[in-house]
C-alpha cells in the first residue's frame, strides 16, 4: 500500500464529521455521502465485524452520490490505516468514488488506481476472492473510463500471458463488442455453462467478427505460452473456452485441445494445473465435439496431469466419449492414438535441398530427425537441410510426447488381466506406426488351447502376425507378465532379451515380481513389507504423482502429519493406499517436510461409486505386483538410504537406518538389477573385474578391491569397509540396457566403470578417500 500513497494527487483533506442517524426518508444526497464516508472510516479502522461480500456501503451508493473534490484522496490515504485484520471492504469506498465522479476530477487519479488494481489482481491484497474480484473489476471499469478501452482488470499485466494477450489484441482493445465479450466470459462461475448463459455467449458473439477473433486469439496466446496464469486469468480463460466451443469447426476443436493440455500441465514440481478451472472447462467442451481429436487430448491428459480431480475429469469424460461411440472400457484411448502421418514403418519423409530426404523416423521407441541421400543415412544433418528441419524437429517433438503417454497407458495394462481380439490387438498394438513401436517389442500371449497360454514376442508372417507361431481370427491375445509365469519362463525370457538386444519400452520380461508372503496372510487386510523406511519428502512426493499416485501434502496443520498416497489400478477395478507420515522438519523451517516414514499398504476393491476394504489375499496377483512394484520404487529412490551424501551428517537420528538400509537385505527392484547385471556384465570389458554377490556388485581396481550396493548403490571399501562417498556428475557414461526405466542401475554402472578405472580418477574428492593416494 506505501507504494503508491505518493501517487495521490492534493494534499490531505479533512475527515469528515459523524453525521447524525437519518431515516430511510433523509437519506439523499449530502446526507448519504457522509454516511458512506463514516461507513469506509469504521472499515478502515476495526475491519467489519463480519465478511460481508455485499456490503452495505453498495446500496448506500446504488446511485451517484455528490462526491467533492478530494474525496476520492482521502479514501485513498485513510487506506493506510487499515488494520492487518482488514478484509477488503475498506477497499469499497474509493472504487465506488472513482466510478461515479466526473472524468475531469478522475484524470489524475490513473496512477494511484492503477496501483491499488495491481495490489487486488496480484496477490498481495489476502482477503477472500469473493471480494477482491468484484473489487477489482470495479478499480478496472473505473480505469476503463479513462482510457475507453478494455478494462485493465480482464488480461493484465500481472504475468506473461496478459500482457500477450492485450499485444495480440491490438487495436481491439478498443472494440465494443470485444470488450462486452471479454467481460462477460468471467461472469461463468462453473466448468459447464447454463443454456442461458451460452444463449447470452452466442447473441454477444453474432455478428462480431472482431469478438469471435479475439476469443480465439486469446486463448491461441495461452496456447502458445505454456505458462501458469493468475487465478483472475483462469477464470477469464474459463468463459473463452465456451465461448469459443460454440464454432463447431475442427480448427476450434484442435485449439480447445491445445488449451486444455498446456491448462493441465502441472505447475514445477506441483500437481496443481497451470490453470485448473480452464482445463475443467476445456475437458467438458471437448466431449461435445466431434471427431477423434477430443479423446486423443483426454487420452493423454488422463495419462499426464498430476491432478487427481484433473484426471478423475478426464477419465469421466474418455468413458462418456466411449459410451456415446459405443466403445468397450479402455477403447477410447486405443481408437484416439494420434499417428501423426507416419506410414506403416513409421516414418515421414520431405524433400529437402542438395537431393537430400529430411526423415522423421521412430527407432527403438524415440522418434528422431535424420537426412538420407542416396538411400542412406546420414550420421549428422548437412548444414544444407539444418535450416529446412524446423517443422521435421517439430513434428518429432509431438511424436515423442505421444510416445511417452502411450509407454505409460500400455505400461498400466500390467495390472489388468485385459484380452483383445486378434484383429482388434493387430490394428492397435502392431500396425499403428506409434503404438506398434512399443508393442512389437514386448511379449505377448495368446492361448494354443483352453487351458494353456502360448506366449511371444510378435513375429510378422507372409499372412500377418503371430505369437509363438499361433494366432489367427478368433484368436485372443494379452499381455504377459511375469508374476504369472514360472520362473525358469521368467529367466528364459530374460536370456532372449538380452541376447536378441531388444530393447523393451518398459521393464517387462525384467519387471520386479512381488508374490503374497506369509506375513501378509496373517495381517489380511495391510503389508508391512516396506514399512519403517525413511524417505525425503519432497522427491518421494514428486515420484509418486508422476507415477500416477496422488495424495494429501504433509506439513504443519491439521491431519498434515498423515497422508495416504492412493493410485486406482486394474482399469480403476481396484485401489492402492500407501500410508506415511512426517518425519521430520527442513532446519529452519518448521512448515515444510524433509522427511516421512513408511507404513502400511492397504487395498480396496470398486463398489459402484464407492470403495470396499479388501483383504490383500483377494488381490488379483498382477494387482498386488504393480502396486508394490511402485512402493518399492519409491523406497529405493527416494530412501535417504541411497543419499550418497548422508555419511556427511554426522550423528544424525537417522544414521542408523541409512546404514542397516543402505547395505542390507536386497529389495526386488534390486533382485532385477543383480539378474540383468548377471547377463550384462560378461559382455562389458570391465566385467573380468566384477563378480556379483549376493547384496554386492565386486569391482576390483588398481587402488582397491569396492563393493557396490545394488539397492542404494552405496560403495564400501575392502578389507575393512570403508565408506567411499562418489557424487555422480556430469554425464554418465551409457550402457544399453534391454529396458529404459532403472536410473539406480545406470548409475550403479556408471561407478563400476569409473572404479574398474580408479588408477585414472581426477575428481579430488574421490581420491583424498581411496588408500595409498596423498592427502597432501
Known amino acids: 500500500m506505501d507504494s503508491w500513497l505518493s501517487l495521490i494527487p492534493g494534499p490531505m483533506p479533512a475527515s469528515p464529521g459523524t453525521p447524525p442517524v437519518p431515516t430511510d426518508d433523509e437519506w439523499a444526497g449530502e446526507q448519504q455521502r457522509l454516511i458512506a464516508m463514516q461507513w469506509h472510516l469504521a472499515a478502515v479502522r476495526r475491519g467489519s465485524p463480519n465478511y460481508d461480500p455485499d456490503p452495505e456501503i453498495f446500496r448506500i451508493t446504488a446511485e451517484p452520490l455528490p462526491w467533492k473534490p478530494g474525496d476520492l484522496a482521502w479514501a485513498l490515504r485513510s487506506l493506510s490505516e487499515a488494520g492487518i485484520d482488514d478484509d477488503g471492504q475498506a477497499y469499497c469506498l474509493p472504487a465506488v468514488i472513482a466510478q461515479q465522479i466526473p472524468l475531469d476530477m478522475l484524470a489524475a487519479y490513473g496512477p494511484v488506481l492503477s496501483a491499488v488494481l495491481g495490489e487486488l489482481l496480484d496477490g498481495n491484497a489476502e482477503f477472500p476472492a469473493e471480494i477482491r474480484r468484484p473489487l477489482a473489476e470495479r478499480y478496472g471499469r473505473a480505469l476503463a473510463r479513462l482510457t475507453g478501452e478494455l478494462p485493465p482488470h480482464l488480461l493484465f499485466h500481472g504475468d506473461r500471458f496478459g500482457t500477450a494477450a492485450r499485444d495480440r489484441l491490438g487495436e481491439r482493445v478498443a472494440d465494443p463488442a470485444t470488450i462486452a465479450a471479454l467481460e462477460f466470459a468471467v461472469t461463468l462461475t462453473r466448468p459447464v455453462p447454463a443454456k442461458a448463459w451460452s444463449r447470452r455467449a452466442e447473441t454477444l458473439l453474432t455478428g462480431a467478427p472482431q469478438a469471435v477473433a479475439a476469443v480465439r486469439d486469446v486463448l491461441r496466446v495461452f496456447a502458445e505460452a505454456a505458462a501458469w496464469v493468475y487465478d483472475d486469468h483462469d477464470v477469464l480463460l474459463r468463459g473463452l473456452c465456451w465461448m469459443a466451443a460454440l464454432d463447431p469447426a475442427d480448427e476450434t476443436t484442435a485449439l480447445l485441445a491445445r488449451v486444455a493440455e498446456v491448462a493441465g500441465v502441472p505447475r514445477g514440481r506441483s500437481a496443481d494445473p497451470r490453470a485448473a478451472r480452464t482445463a475443467a472447462a476445456a475437458v467438458e467442451a471437448l466431449v461435445e465435439r466431434p471427431g477423434v481429436e477430443p479423446a486423443r487430448t483426454l487420452a493423454r491428459l488422463a495419462v499426464a496431469t498430476r491432478s487427481k480431480p484433473l484426471r478423475a475429469r478426464a477419465r469421466t469424460a474418455l468413458d462418456r466419449i466411449g459410451a456415446a461411440h459405443g466403445w468397450a472400457q479402455g477403447e477410447a484411448q486405443e481408437l484416439a492414438v494420434d499417428d501423426h502421418g507416419l506410414d506403416r514403418d513409421g516414418r515421414r519423409s520431405w524433400p529437402a535441398p542438395g537431393g537430400h530426404t529430411l526423415v522423421v523416423e521412430i527407432i527403438d521407441g524415440k522418434a528422431t530427425v535424420r537426412a538420407w541421400r542416396d538411400g542412406r543415412p546420414l550420421k549428422s544433418l548437412p548444414a544444407a537441410v539444418r535450416d529446412h528441419a524446423g517443422p521435421a524437429k517439430a513434428l518429432a517433438k509431438e511424436i515423442n510426447k505421444t510416445l511417452a503417454v502411450e509407454r505409460a497407458r500400455v505400461e498400466d495394462l500390467l495390472s489388468a488381466d485385459r484380452t483383445w481380439e486378434w484383429e482388434t490387438w493387430q490394428e492397435r498394438y502392431l500396425r499403428h506406426p ?74 517387462q520380461a525384467f519387471r520386479e515380481v512381488y508374490r503374497l508372503t506369509p506375513a501378509e496372510e496373517q495381517t489380511r487386510v495391510y503389508s508391512n513389507r516396506f514399512a519403517g523406511h525413511i524417505l525425503r519428502y519432497r522427491q518421494a512426493n514428486a515420484l509418486m504423482r508422476v507415477r500416477g499416485w496422488s495424495a494429501n501434502f504433509l506439513g504443519p496443520w491439521d491431519s498434515g502429519h498423515h497422508s495416504e498416497a492412493t493410485r486406482e489400478l486394474a482399469g480403476g477395478d481396484w485401489r492402492v493406499a500407501f500410508w506415511h507420515e512426517a518425519a521430520g522438519t527442513i532446519e529452519g523451517r518448521s512448515d515444510q517436510v524433509e522427511f516421512c516414514s513408511t507404513d502400511q499398504v492397504r487395498f480396496a476393491r470398486r463398489d459402484g461409486r464407492l470403495w470396499e476394504p479388501a483383504p490383500i489375499t483377494e488381490v488379483p496377483p498382477r494387482v498386488l505386483s504393480e502396486a508394490m512394484r511402485d512402493v518399492d520404487l519409491f523406497v529405493g529412490v527416494t530412501s535417504i538410504a541411497a543419499d550418497d551424501s548422508w555419511a556427511d551428517r554426522g550423528e544424525h537420528p537417522f544414521r542408523a537406518y541409512w546404514a542397516e538400509a543402505g547395505f542390507g537385505a536386497l529389495t526386488g527392484g534390486a533382485e532385477v538389477r543383480r539378474d540383468v547385471l548377471a547377463r550384462l556384465l560378461p559382455r562389458l570389458a570391465i566385467g573380468p573385474r566384477c563378480e556379483l554377490t549376493d547384496r554386492f556388485l565386486r569391482v576390483r581396481g588398481t587402488r582397491a578391491i569396492y563393493k557396490i550396493h545394488l539397492g542404494s548403490g552405496n560403495i564400501l571399501m575392502e578389507p575393512d569397509d570403508a565408506y567411499l562417498c562418489v557424487v555422480p556428475g556430469g554425464r554418465a557414461t551409457r550402457v544399453s540396457l534391454p529396458f529404459d526405466d532403472d536410473e539406480r542401475l545406470s548409475l550403479i554402472l556408471s561407478k563400476a566403470l569409473l572404479l574398474a578405472a580408479d588408477d585414472k580418477i581426477t575428481d579430488a574428492s574421490i581420491l583424498r578417500q581411496l588408500p595409498g593416494v596423498s592427502r597432501g
Do not use: C
Open 434 to 507: 506409434v503404438t506398434g513401436a512399443l508393442g512389437r517389442r514386448l511379449i505377448w500371449q495368446t492361448p494354443a488351447d483352453h487351458q494353456a497360454w502360448v506366449t511371444g514376442l510378435p513375429e510378422q508372417t507372409a499372412t500377418g502376425w503371430s505369437v509363438g507361431g499361433h494366432g489367427g481370427p478368433g484368436w485372443v491375445v494379452r499381455l504377459w507378465h511375469p508374476v504369472l509365469a514360472a520362473p525358469d519362463e521368467v529367466a528364459a525370457w530374460r536370456d532372449r532379451i538380452t541376447t536378441a538386444t531388444v530393447r523393451q519400452p518398459f521393464k
